[in-house]
T-cell receptor, first 112, second 113 residues
Framework: GESVGLHLPTLSVQEGDNSIINCAYS??????FIWYKQESGKGPQFIID?????DKRQGQRVTVLLNKTVKHLSLQIAATQPGDSAVYFC???????????FGRGTSLIVHP | KAGVTQTPRYLIKTRGQQVTLSCSPI?????VSWYQQTPGQGLQFLFE???????NKGNFPGRFSGRQFSNSRSEMNVSTLELGDSALYLC????????????FGSGTQLSVL
């Protein structure tokens, strides 16, 4: 079936490096995409979102890129810090849906 | 604003028992969604309630049920517990319109022995 997936289950980086987490989606009708961060013992927390009429959106140290041609979403984290260590989920809302579909998650490990 | 509150934080039950989990959404949010999270299956959608009505439902057996009260607080119930029901159960709230981000609670960790 259609799903939102992640290319890499685990990503290890050094503190200060830039991190890129990728996500593939399969439904061309999806029009809203969200990245969540889940730290150990907590629920997922919203990081940044992007709508399908945009291809880039920036937040504080984070940037989301959307490539609708190849149905690809990425989250870039600048100057990664140990506090960024967490599991990152991408999620998509399929046109008109109230419920996002979540990817399986990528574990980001930041080494000091 | 207070965040999403889930109680209890931890639960230990035995097979065959039933359990009720509670969720208080952010004030003003009318939609409450429930998710099951396990290491192998990730975040699986259970159901969503909006204005006391179940608006969306995932692919879980009838042993999983929920309800929403007039103050938007929600409960979910799992009857006849199975070992495979051991998971983190997450509640999320939102205003309830299309394409809104979700605000999650910290979850209830359920262990079935």
């Amino acid at each position: 079936g259609e799903s939102v997936g992640l290319h890499l289950p685990t990503l290890s980086v050094q503190e200060g490096d830039n991190s890129i987490i990728n996500c593939a989606y399969s439904n061309s009708a999806s029009d809203y995409f969200i990245w969540y961060k889940q730290e150990s013992g907590k629920g997922p927390q919203f990081i940044i979102d992007i709508r399908s009429n945009m291809d880039k959106r920036q937040g504080q140290r984070v940037t989301v890129l959307l490539n609708k041609t190849v149905k690809h979403l990425s989250l870039q984290i600048a100057a990664t810090q140990p506090g960024d260590s967490a599991v990152y989920f991408c999620a998509e809302n399929r046109g008109g849906s109230y419920i996002p579909t979540f990817g399986r998650g990528t574990s980001l490990i930041v080494h000091p | 604003k207070a965040g999403v509150t889930q109680t209890p934080r931890y639960l230990i039950k035995t097979r065959g028992q039933q359990v009720t989990l509670s969720c208080s959404p952010i004030s003003g949010h009318r939609s409450v969604s429930w998710y099951q999270q396990t290491p192998g299956q990730g975040l699986q959608f259970l159901f969503e309630y909006f204005s006391e009505t179940q608006r969306n439902k995932g692919n879980f057996p009838g042993r999983f049920s929920g309800r929403q009260f007039s103050n938007s607080r929600s409960e979910m119930n799992v009857s006849t517990l199975e070992l495979g029901d051991s998971a983190l159960y997450l509640c999320a709230s939102s205003p309830g319109t299309v394409n809104e981000k979700l605000f999650f609670g910290s979850g209830t960790q359920l262990s079935v022995l």
